[in-house]
């Protein structure tokens, strides 16, 4: 057993590896498991890699890392290896997962699992997977999807969808060399579902917790041209969750090279900017209107570039918040159904937040922002259309996304046009493309607010 640790926690390696001062902030919190206590490992002592805030710790051995489905027979945990000790039986139903992650070095980690629909979720602190493709490890047949990548900054995350209920057997990590072991065993739905209530006090506390969306009692004021313009721009996915990807271009890059662009073009004509994520980070949707409202942000501008399976699609679209038109197809839908279950699968509960904000005062105020967000995605369509960029046959579009829900905040959702037409990836994929797209976005900014601060004085009076 020696050189073997037990528990869900592996409170080892903060000091692992000089971490930067941001990470070190936040402490593991090792917890008490019904198995054997940790053994603190004797971690090497890596020096800190020059000029580098948030390196990762450890790297991912795909080639000796593996999911893969065991015999019925199997006790769990009893294999290590990658191939299984016996050949199912037909019709024995359905064995552990036995899932193997060689690393570098080792790294605090922990376990859970969520239900609708069933996953493992796997945090760490931290692991590198770029560049590294999940099917090449995935040989489970009962992992429906698997995804990773950086979570919050410091953080990784692994989620692996499974086809039926598991729950977790056993978890371990191993050095010398380092590997984390999971064992997952069927269960049923209440089984899964008792798991994942488990986890749920643990996941909201502590340094594992996401940022708690704010609660904020009364609306804030309008701007009415007094002080520069507070513009958030919020890039879509990152991290773990690439977003659409098509034609060896994903979405979350593309995405983000554009919101830097227009940030900096922004912040060179005066206004206040900030951005949901300026880097390769998952941020969950409703943390991203938190972010809107705690900011106090007079518009919220998402920014996407979202492919269609099916059919042809060219051109940006402003999204506004509301049902679909029956006119403008089943794009919006979908895109918007992708989005939640995008977050959905990255490990993160959608369950109705808005409802801490409601109230009498927030009524009204979403009353007062629906049409200033309407005015909003006008003037973005104007402007696009007079700077001769390319634009959706319905170029004003409405859809149910959750970034278009802050009460008291404009909201748009800028598609800045569609990875699955090639023609669009093109023009995403040009720097002076782009500057042109985000000259339009400034110009549609300066006459909203304008306009927007000439109304806010006139209601006053
Ligand atoms: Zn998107």
Request: aromatic share 4%; proline share 8%; net charge negative.
């Amino acid at each position: 057993m020696n050189g073997r640790i037990f528990g869900t926690f592996v409170a080892t390696a903060l000091a692992v590896a000089g971490l930067a001062q941001a990470q070190a902030q936040t402490r593991v919190q090792a917890q008490a498991q019904a198995q054997p206590p940790a053994q603190p490992p004797a971690a090497p002592q890596v020096p800190p890699p020059a000029g580098q805030e948030l390196s990762a710790l450890a790297r991912l051995d795909p080639r000796a890392s593996g999911i893969e489905d065991l015999a019925p027979e199997a006790a769990p945990g009893q294999t290590s290896g990658r191939a299984p000790g016996k050949v199912p039986e037909r019709g024995a139903g359905q064995g552990a997962i036995s899932l193997r992650l060689a690393l570098s070095q080792p790294v605090p980690f922990r376990v859970f699992m969520l239900d609708d629909p069933p996953r493992l979720v796997m945090d760490f602190r931290e692991v590198a997977f770029d560049g590294i493709d999940p099917a090449a490890i995935d040989r489970s047949a009962h992992v429906t999807a698997l995804r990773w990548g950086a979570f919050h900054p410091g953080w990784s995350r692994l989620v692996a969808e499974l086809d039926a209920p598991y729950v977790v057997a056993s978890a371990w990590q191993e050095t010398a060399p380092t590997r984390i072991n999971v064992s997952l065993v069927p269960s049923d739905a209440a089984g899964l579902a008792a798991a994942a209530r488990a986890h749920d006090s643990e996941a909201t506390a502590g340094p594992w917790a996401l940022p708690a969306p704010a609660v904020i009692p009364a609306p804030h004021p309008r701007q009415d041209g007094s002080r520069p313009l507070r513009v958030l721009i919020d890039p879509g996915h990152g991290g773990l969750d690439p977003g659409a990807e098509a034609g060896g271009l994903s979405e979350a890059p593309l995405v983000l090279a554009f919101a830097l662009q227009l940030r900096d073009l922004l912040i060179r004509a005066g206004m206040d900017v900030q951005m949901t994520r300026a880097e390769d980070v998952f941020v969950p949707l409703d943390t991203r209107v938190s972010v809107a409202r705690a900011w106090g942000a007079d518009l919220m501008l998402s920014v996407h570039a979202d492919a269609i399976a099916e059919g042809e699609a060219h051109g940006a679209t402003v999204y506004l918040l509301g049902a679909a038109a029956a006119a403008a197809g089943h794009t919006a839908e979908e895109l918007a159904a992708r989005h939640d279950r995008d977050d959905l699968l990255a490990g993160v509960d959608l369950d109705g937040h808005d409802d801490e904000v409601a109230g009498v005062l927030m009524d009204l105020a979403r009353a007062e922002t629906g049409p200033r967000s309407d005015r909003l995605a006008q003037a973005l369509a104007a402007r696009l259309k007079a700077a001769g960029l390319r634009m959706h046959r319905h170029p004003v579009q409405r859809a149910d996304f959750t970034v278009l829900k802050a009460p008291d905040i404009p909201s748009v959702l800028l598609e800045l046009g569609f990875l699955s037409s090639q023609e669009d990836r093109a023009r995403l994929a040009d720097p002076a493309w782009r500057e042109r797209m985000a000259q339009a976005v400034l110009g549609a900014l300066d006459d909203w607010g304008a306009a927007d601060a000439a109304e806010a004085r006139l209601l006053r009076q």
